[in-house]
């Protein structure tokens, strides 16, 4: 018993010496997460109809590949997600939870699709840049709000978001109703061909025969903005002291770090981040308008697990948002194995869900590294 636990003991040893960089452990708890989450998926299938299980779970893994126009579709379904993912990051990394992207989303969609539809004058080149700045605009202002009374007031930011969440969502069914709504389909109308972004090729590539996905431009610009946030706050000063509120809000006050000002500049562009979101999903030319449903926007929502399975880091967010695509465009095929449409939500949202487990990997391997080089 004696040797067994001095080989115990031996074996944790050479698990603590193992040089583990940050970066890898940020990879390792992310992949992690992604295969606790898999797994939980495969066994709500063999729970479901055990006989065709495998099937739908390999439809889920390939079928983003299946076809030009699905790996299109996960590009048109990733852009909105990747802005809100980093709309819920950035704010994370400053020392806030930005729960309120679906409003600022919402809000952000409209604006953009006002403009669409009634500044039919203005010139192709100009009328979607105008409606994509009319969207940032509009989320900018609606971030700015929790984080005025968050700096002001010291109002928690989580409650105040959830209160701008349903203020924004019915703000806008009213303003859709009164401005720009089609009846004949329950939505707004559709935006001037001029308004929506350039395909810039991506209608050729990502198609399969006459169906051709939503891909656009979009995902560019999305991609754009993650870079722009990664060196924002890790190549800037601007970026620097609001990273220092997030990580001590008393020390950087002392520092003379005006702590009120970088509170309303957070969620002023988390808000933009997630206002654009909006625009980039109803501005592709898909034929989508906002519904007037008194429902929250599910693509704001989405952003939160997106940042917790990048781990708030812009350049995840960016991969982490393709596979939350994935998998929605791969789990469609799933229906033609009898399972039905809301088994492919409950394991979407599992695997999500799951992107939690990254917190404790990283957990475990950051306790691991203190105890390096002591006795276990």
Request: glycine share 12%; charged share 10%.
């Amino acid at each position: 018993m004696k040797i067994k636990f001095s080989s115990i003991k031996l074996s944790l040893k050479k698990l603590s010496s193992i040089k583990i960089s940050p970066s890898m452990v940020n990879a390792l708890s992310s992949v992690s997460a992604i295969l606790v989450g898999l797994f939980a998926g495969l066994i709500i299938l063999l729970l479901s109809n055990a006989s065709q299980a495998f099937h739908g779970f390999w439809s889920i893994l390939s079928g983003g590949f299946s076809s030009m126009r699905d790996l299109g579709q996960v590009l048109y379904f990733a852009t909105p997600i990747i802005m809100t993912g980093l709309s819920v990051g950035f704010s994370s990394k400053t020392g806030l939870f930005n729960i309120g992207a679906a409003g600022q989303f919402i809000v952000g969609a409209y604006a953009a699709v006002l403009v669409g539809v009634r500044c039919d004058f203005l010139p192709g080149h100009l009328h979607w840049i105008a409606a994509l700045a009319a969207a940032l605009l509009a989320g900018a202002l609606w971030g700015a709000i929790p984080g005025i009374f968050k700096a002001l007031f010291n109002v928690n930011e989580v409650i105040a978001c959830i209160m701008t969440n349903y203020i924004g969502t019915y703000l806008v069914n009213f303003l859709v109703t009164k401005t720009i709504f089609d009846s004949l389909r329950n939505q707004s109308m559709r935006v001037t061909d001029t308004a929506n972004l350039p395909k810039m090729g991506m209608d050729k590539i990502f198609r399969e025969g006459f169906n051709v996905s939503s891909a656009n431009s979009g995902i560019f610009i999305a991609i754009a903005f993650a870079v722009l946030i990664y060196f924002i706050l890790e190549k800037t000063s601007f970026g620097y002291e609001l990273k220092a509120c997030g990580f001590n809000r008393e020390a950087a006050r002392y520092a003379g770090i005006n702590e009120k000002r970088s509170i309303i500049l957070s969620m002023t562009i988390a808000g933009a981040m997630a206002g654009l979101g909006g625009a980039l999903l109803y501005l592709a030319g898909s034929g989508k308008g906002i519904t007037v449903v008194d429902v929250l926007a599910q693509e704001g929502f989405n952003g939160i697990p997106v940042a917790l399975l990048g781990l708030n880091n812009p350049i995840g967010i960016i991969f982490s948002g393709l596979l939350v695509a994935y998998l929605n465009v791969g789990g469609f095929n799933m229906q033609l194995y009898n399972f039905a449409p809301q088994i492919i939500e409950i394991i979407i949202g599992v695997i999500i869900y799951f992107s939690a487990f990254a917190l404790l990997v990283r957990g475990f391997f950051n306790s691991l590294k203190k105890r390096k080089g002591g006795e276990l």
